[in-house]
C-alpha cells in the first residue's frame, strides 16, 4: 500500500523521468468505450510510456459464459481480466497496472499483491445503488449486499490507489468501503478539448437548437424532453443521438442513430447545438455532459449521481428534478428566452473543462500516480526496472 510520504490524495507526485511499462486492463461497457478510446489515444502521444491494453468486453468472457453460476456482467468481466493480466504477465513484467473499472479487479488480488495498481471507477456499487432503479437494479437481500460489500471492500483495499470519476464517488469509496482517503484521487475522465471546442464564427439562422446525446433514451430521460417539448410554446429543433428512438412526427426532432462515439458526426452536432439537454433519470458521471462542457454549451440536467459537479445550477447551467416534464420544459423556456444567459453558462461551462476535464491532462496525472505509485512499492528496485 501507498506510504503517506509518497503521495498525497490528488497531487500525484511522480518520480524522476524514465520509460515505464504499465498495462491498462479498460472495461468496454456502455460510456466506459469511449473512456477507453481515450486513454488509448493519450497513451500513444507519451515518449515515456511503454502501454500495453488489455479491453475487457462482453465477447472476451464467452468461455465462462456457458456456465450457470457466471452468467452476470461482474464475474464475466473479473474473470476475462484475470485470464487476460496472466497471459500477459507470464512473459512481461509491469511496473504498474491501471484497472478500470473495479468489477475487472474482483478477481485479480493476487496480481495487485505483486504489482502496484490503480483501480478506476466511475461510481462505486452502493453509489450504483442510489440511482440504480432506472437502470431496472434493485437491492438484494441484505445478506447477499453484505457479501458484495466485503468483496468490493477487500478488491479496493488491495489497490495501491483508487482513482473515481468524480468526487460524489470518491467520498462512497471512503465512507462504504473503508478506504483510506490518501489513497482516493477524484480524476474526471476528461475528453478532448483539441476535438471537442465551441463553433466559431456566427450563429446559423433558424430556432434554436436542443441537442440530447443518450444511447438508452428511456433512462437518459428522453421521453421526459419529448414531453416537455410539448410543453414548449417556443419555436426550437431538438438532435438526438441514440440508438432506437420513435418521436412523434409532430415534433421538430432529427434523430441520429448509429453515430458512433468520437465521429466527425457528433462534434459537429455538437458545435451547432445552442444548448445541451440530458434530463436523465439515472446515471454516474455521463461522458456526454463533459462533451457539452467542452464545446461551450449551457445544460439542463438533473442532479443524479456526479451532475452536479459537472453542471453548477446556476453558472453553467440548470438542474430539474428528474422525470419532471414540466419543469423540464420551464428550464428550457428560460435558456431559449434568455441568449444572453446561454452565452454566459456557455462560456462558464468552456472554463470548467479547460480546468477539470482535459482528457491530456487527467491521463497524464494518472499515468504520474501510476509512476509514483511503482516508485513507493519498490523505491530500490524500480530504478532499475521495466524498459531501457
Given at each position: 500500500?501507498?506510504?503517506?510520504?509518497?503521495?498525497?490524495?490528488?497531487?500525484?507526485?511522480?518520480?524522476?523521468?524514465?520509460?515505464?511499462?504499465?498495462?491498462?486492463?479498460?472495461?468496454?461497457?456502455?460510456?466506459?468505450?469511449?473512456?477507453?478510446?481515450?486513454?488509448?489515444?493519450?497513451?500513444?502521444?507519451?515518449?515515456?510510456?511503454?502501454?500495453?491494453?488489455?479491453?475487457?468486453?462482453?465477447?472476451?468472457?464467452?468461455?465462462?459464459?456457458?456456465?450457470?453460476?457466471?452468467?452476470?456482467?461482474?464475474?464475466?468481466?473479473?474473470?476475462?481480466?484475470?485470464?487476460?493480466?496472466?497471459?500477459?504477465?507470464?512473459?512481461?513484467?509491469?511496473?504498474?497496472?491501471?484497472?478500470?473499472?473495479?468489477?475487472?479487479?474482483?478477481?485479480?488480488?493476487?496480481?495487485?499483491?505483486?504489482?502496484?495498481?490503480?483501480?478506476?471507477?466511475?461510481?462505486?456499487?452502493?453509489?450504483?445503488?442510489?440511482?440504480?432503479?432506472?437502470?431496472?437494479?434493485?437491492?438484494?437481500?441484505?445478506?447477499?449486499?453484505?457479501?458484495?460489500?466485503?468483496?468490493?471492500?477487500?478488491?479496493?483495499?488491495?489497490?495501491?490507489?483508487?482513482?473515481?470519476?468524480?468526487?460524489?464517488?470518491?467520498?462512497?469509496?471512503?465512507?462504504?468501503?473503508?478506504?483510506?482517503?490518501?489513497?482516493?484521487?477524484?480524476?474526471p475522465p476528461g475528453v478532448d478539448l483539441r476535438r471537442l471546442?465551441?463553433?466559431?464564427?456566427?450563429?446559423?439562422?433558424?430556432?434554436?437548437?436542443?441537442?440530447?446525446?443518450?444511447?438508452?433514451?428511456?433512462?437518459?430521460?428522453?421521453?421526459?424532453?419529448?414531453?416537455?417539448?410539448?410543453?414548449?410554446?417556443?419555436?426550437?429543433?431538438?438532435?438526438?443521438?441514440?440508438?432506437?428512438?420513435?418521436?412523434?412526427?409532430?415534433?421538430?426532432?432529427?434523430?441520429?442513430?448509429?453515430?458512433?462515439?468520437?465521429?466527425?458526426?457528433?462534434?459537429?452536432?455538437?458545435?451547432?447545438?445552442?444548448?445541451?439537454?440530458?434530463?436523465?433519470?439515472?446515471?454516474?458521471?455521463?461522458?456526454?455532459?463533459?462533451?457539452?462542457?467542452?464545446?461551450?454549451?449551457?445544460?439542463?440536467?438533473?442532479?443524479?449521481?456526479?451532475?452536479?459537479?459537472?453542471?453548477?445550477?446556476?453558472?453553467?447551467?440548470?438542474?430539474?428534478?428528474?422525470?419532471?416534464?414540466?419543469?423540464?420544459?420551464?428550464?428550457?423556456?428560460?435558456?431559449?428566452?434568455?441568449?444572453?444567459?446561454?452565452?454566459?453558462?456557455?462560456?462558464?461551462?468552456?472554463?470548467?473543462?479547460?480546468?477539470?476535464?482535459?482528457?491530456?491532462?487527467?491521463?497524464?496525472?494518472?499515468?504520474?500516480?501510476?509512476?509514483?505509485?511503482?516508485?513507493?512499492?519498490?523505491?530500490?528496485?524500480?530504478?532499475?526496472?521495466?524498459?531501457?
Amino acid at each position: 500500500m501507498i506510504e503517506d510520504a509518497c503521495l498525497e490524495a490528488d497531487s500525484p507526485t511522480a518520480p524522476p523521468a524514465r520509460r515505464w511499462d504499465f498495462i491498462f486492463v479498460l472495461e468496454q461497457a456502455l460510456g466506459h468505450v469511449v473512456h477507453a478510446m481515450n486513454i488509448q489515444r493519450v497513451l500513444g502521444e507519451q515518449v515515456d510510456i511503454e502501454a500495453t491494453i488489455l479491453p475487457i468486453a462482453p465477447d472476451t468472457a464467452t468461455g465462462v459464459r456457458a456456465l450457470p453460476l457466471l452468467r452476470n456482467w461482474s464475474l464475466q468481466s473479473s474473470l476475462a481480466a484475470r485470464r487476460a493480466l496472466h497471459r500477459h504477465i507470464a512473459t512481461s513484467a509491469p511496473d504498474a497496472l491501471f484497472v478500470h473499472t473495479q468489477v475487472a479487479a474482483l478477481l485479480a488480488g493476487d496480481i495487485m499483491r505483486k504489482y502496484p495498481t490503480i483501480v478506476s471507477m466511475d461510481a462505486t456499487p452502493m453509489n450504483f445503488d442510489t440511482v440504480g432503479g432506472a437502470y431496472g437494479h434493485s437491492r438484494q437481500s441484505d445478506a447477499l449486499e453484505a457479501g458484495k460489500r466485503a468483496i468490493i471492500r477487500r478488491a479496493l483495499h488491495r489497490a495501491d490507489a483508487i482513482v473515481t470519476w468524480s468526487h460524489w464517488a470518491a467520498a462512497s469509496a471512503v465512507r462504504d468501503y473503508e478506504v483510506d482517503a490518501d489513497r482516493v484521487h477524484a480524476i474526471p475522465p476528461g475528453v478532448d478539448l483539441r476535438r471537442l471546442r465551441p463553433r466559431t464564427g456566427e450563429r446559423e439562422d433558424g430556432p434554436v437548437r436542443l441537442l440530447f446525446v443518450g444511447g438508452d433514451f428511456d433512462r437518459k430521460g428522453g421521453l421526459d424532453l419529448l414531453e416537455a417539448m410539448k410543453l414548449l410554446d417556443r419555436p426550437v429543433e431538438l438532435d438526438v443521438v441514440s440508438s432506437s428512438v420513435e418521436t412523434p412526427s409532430a415534433l421538430p426532432v432529427r434523430v441520429h442513430a448509429g453515430v458512433s462515439a468520437n465521429s466527425r458526426v457528433i462534434t459537429d452536432l455538437f458545435r451547432r447545438a445552442d444548448l445541451f439537454v440530458l434530463p436523465t433519470r439515472g446515471d454516474c458521471t455521463p461522458l456526454a455532459v463533459s462533451e457539452a462542457l467542452a464545446c461551450g454549451l449551457p445544460i439542463v440536467a438533473t442532479p443524479v449521481g456526479g451532475i452536479p459537479e459537472l453542471v453548477r445550477h446556476g453558472q453553467n447551467g440548470l438542474l430539474v428534478p428528474p422525470s419532471e416534464p414540466r419543469q423540464l420544459a420551464r428550464a428550457l423556456t428560460v435558456l431559449i428566452d434568455q441568449p444572453d444567459t446561454r452565452r454566459w453558462f456557455g462560456e462558464n461551462s468552456r472554463r470548467l473543462a479547460e480546468e477539470d476535464h482535459d482528457v491530456d491532462k487527467n491521463c497524464r496525472k494518472i499515468f504520474d500516480l501510476m509512476a509514483a505509485i511503482a516508485v513507493c512499492r519498490s523505491p530500490v528496485g524500480a530504478a532499475g526496472t521495466g524498459s531501457a
